[in-house]
């Protein structure tokens, strides 16, 4: 499959100001990154606060241009002014506040805004409205106010207004870092539905390492460098490493590392907690002790 | 507390109100408060008000919102009532006088009258917004000032601003309730004191929602962005507004009226001064 999302070696950094407005030096977000996505993956991007992830994820749709490399969207360079819509609705972005995302007073004519931007008929605009809301599960909201509704539907809201515009690849920074519990599975359910049923590539920021567990590939950013990538069950399986950055293991993962600090052969490759759980039942039923 | 104010909410509802073209009703309604102020008696202004009634009801949002949506203006409204009670001088004998004070027929009468215009303006002016959808009234204002872009000035831009502003006011309102929250937690004393050290309080209560208000315009600017938008050029709409034969009856009914007011006016003879 071709590379919807090709970074290649991009640095981005800004000017430092003093409290004259004189340059005194440069932050350097972004230190050489190189990350393809091929369509219809499930990218998982990892970092602690300062990371550069969110500063990554803004390269994609030409929100950011890097100061050195070059991002291409699908073979289109995003410095190409041009084509900076094409690859907006080539990439969609979803952000972490749906309150600072929902543009309308109502759920309808919000996942009507991109559409209503781009020019789409006006019938055309409302049966991709109905289906965006229908795939996200929120069309019998569509004609309730935005705050009336929890943090979980207000996302999903957000959501459903970038895949009305029919995008290949959604770019989500964060989307679940303000909601509780329920509405994270909601997002999560809803991100695998969008990739799975939908085949749109979805590149999933984020710092809950659950989530990151559930995605294709982990892609492990510090100091604005790619440390790791690969499949979730090897990036976890480097409990030290990552702790060393400042990030956490799922807790299925975390219970197998004490398990073999302990002194247990336990494997390093299971991440779901099914998984663990059937993994602990054998173990202790082997050992006669159940 | 902050949640009790009902100018400009909008009652979702399917009335003929409802359903009216939203551009007619703001002309109709501009075409109301030019009757209000046209009328000079007050058989004009009983004609007007049971006009109004009339539209409520058959608005269906409930009479008892008329009441609520006065409750903020009444310190208005009484200001102006003692103000022409005292300063208007008639011609006969007043009716009152204590010391330096007198209160003539002229002065009862006039701010009988300006009160209760007062009072229409308000409840006629609600009832727009009770009965039409943000979004709706926002396109009228667009399409009703759409001429003013021959001369440049940015009628889609301040439609999309008051848009934005009316997502945001639960929003905000929300978050001044936090931050007041926040802050008496703290100790804060927001309730107590007199005016001027309560309006000393607010202070740390406004300056979080300020800072918060700019977060979210940038955050908001962005995602609108990443949304593709671009102005007002180009741009289509989910629901287009129609025009049908009930909103000419409509236009047809307030012309009719203001004939009506026009000719009160002239055969009643005036009493303002």
Known sequence: MSDIICAEDIVFEYPVLDEDGNEIGKNRVLDGVSLSVPEGQFVAVLGHNGSGKSTLAKHFNGILLPTEGRVTIDGTDTTDEDKIYDIRQTVGMVFQNPDNQIVATIVEEDVAFALENIGVPPDEIRRRVDEALKTVDMYDYREHSPHQLSGGQKQRVAIAGIIAMRPRCIVMDEPTAMLDPKGRKEIMNTIKLLNREHGITVVLITHYMEEAAQADRVVVIDKGKILLDDIPQRIFAQVELLKSVGLDVPQTTELLYELRKAGIDAPDDILSEDDCADYIYSLLTKDGKL | ?273
Request: hydrophobic share 55%; glycine share 6%; aromatic share 10%.
């Open chain 2, 1 to 273: 507390m902050l949640k009790d104010i009902t100018i400009g909410q909008f009652f979702p509802g399917n009335s003929i109100i409802h359903r009216l073209d939203s551009r007619f009703k703001i002309i109709l309604d501009i075409a109301y408060v030019v009757m209000l102020f046209v009328t000079s008696n007050f058989y004009g202004l009983a004609l007007a008000g049971l006009f109004m009634i009339l539209v409520y009801i058959l608005s269906g949002v409930g009479l008892k919102l008329i009441f609520k949506s006065l409750r903020p203006i009444l310190p208005l409204i009484a200001i102006t009532c003692i103000l022409n009670l005292f300063f208007i001088k008639g011609e006969g004998e007043p009716l009152v006088q204590w010391g330096f004070i007198s209160i003539y027929y002229e002065g009862v009468s006039t701010s009988i009258f300006m009160a209760v215009r007062i009072m229409f303006l308000i409840i006629g002016m609600s009832l727009l917004t009770y009965t039409t959808s943000p979004i709706a009234l926002t396109d009228a204002i667009e399409r009703l000032l759409s001429p003013l872009k021959k001369l440049h000035f940015p009628v889609h831009e301040l439609a999309m601003m008051m848009t934005i502003a009316l997502r945001f006011i639960p929003t905000l309102i929300e978050e001044t309730d936090k931050i007041m929250s926040a802050q008496k937690a703290r100790g804060a004393e927001l309730d107590t004191g007199g005016l001027i050290k309560k309006a000393k309080a607010l202070v740390p209560v406004m300056i979080p929602l300020f800072v918060s208000a700019f977060k979210r315009a940038n955050e908001l600017a962005l995602a609108m962005e990443c949304r593709c938008y671009r102005g007002g050029e180009g741009r289509t709409r989910l629901k287009q507004l129609k025009s049908g034969a009930r909103d000419y009856i409509a236009l047809l009914i307030v012309a009719v009226m203001f004939v009506g007011l026009i000719l009160l006016n002239n055969f009643i003879p005036s009493f303002m001064p």
